[in-house]
């Protein structure tokens, strides 16, 4: 079975900082990997995912993530974050073949004046 | 643009009583999910639906659950005797076609409390 681990809860960031949090997974098998963010008192909305192909992927609102299979992670980073990206990131892995998403615990990001 | 909505979206019950929670998925999608969450944890896949039927569910999703499309656009999870520790948040999710890419459009979800 799979798992996703965010180590950090909670991340503090001034506004126009640029701002990496952390995902790792563990799988026995291939999968798919997403990022979502939950806006408060919203649903959960895709930001970007790895399918295959490029290990770096773009996602909506500037965010990025990259797709590194020796270090099982995928960190989602954005170079300048604003105000408007305080929010809840959940990190999910998919297996190949299935369509249940496993979540980690999610991330708070906190972006301060 | 489409989205899925969820009703209500809170609910207070007693520990015992049957509850539903109701969701309109998005019309031309042809998968459709729930999760939950509860207060402070991981959201947690309970059940996928496709085609009329199960297509995956979770070690969560026991007899106490069920899922219906009873008419063709609600999409419903019902629990049949609530626990307290029923009391989370319950996501809706759906997605299109066959091809997995694992976008799901998520409702705002539906808090349930059970006292």
């Known amino acids: 079975a799979q798992s996703v681990t965010q180590l950090d809860s909670q991340v503090p960031v001034f506004e126009e900082a640029p701002v990496e949090l952390r995902c790792n997974y563990s799988?026995?098998?291939?999968?798919?990997l997403f990022w979502y963010v939950q806006y408060p008192n919203q649903g959960l909305q895709l930001l970007l995912k790895y399918l295959s192909g490029s290990t770096l992927v773009k996602g909506i609102n500037g965010f990025e993530a990259e797709f590194n299979k020796s270090q099982t992670s995928f960190h989602l980073r954005k170079p300048s974050v604003h105000i408007s990206d305080t929010a809840e990131y959940f990190c999910?892995?998919?297996?190949?073949?299935?369509?249940?998403?496993?979540f980690g615990s999610g991330t708070r990001l906190q972006v301060q004046p | 643009e489409p989205e899925v909505t969820q009703t209500p979206s809170h609910q207070v019950t007693q520990m015992g009583q049957e509850v539903i929670l109701r969701c309109v998925p998005i019309?031309?999608?042809?998968?459709f999910y729930w999760y939950r969450q509860i207060l402070g944890q991981k959201v947690e896949f309970l059940v996928s639906?496709?085609?009329?039927?199960?297509?995956?569910k979770s070690e969560i999703f026991d007899d106490q659950f069920s899922v219906e499309r009873p008419d063709g656009s609600n999409f419903t999870l019902k629990i049949r005797s609530t626990k307290l520790e029923d009391s989370a948040m319950y996501f809706c999710a759906s997605s299109p076609g066959t091809l997995n890419t694992g976008e799901l459009f998520f409702g705002e979800g539906s808090r349930l409390t059970v006292l």
């Open positions: 019309s031309n999608h042809l998968y």
């Open positions: 639906f496709y085609n009329n039927e199960i297509s995956e």
């Open positions: 799988s026995s098998v291939s999968v798919y």
């Open positions: 999910a892995v998919s297996e190949e073949g299935r369509r249940a998403l496993t």
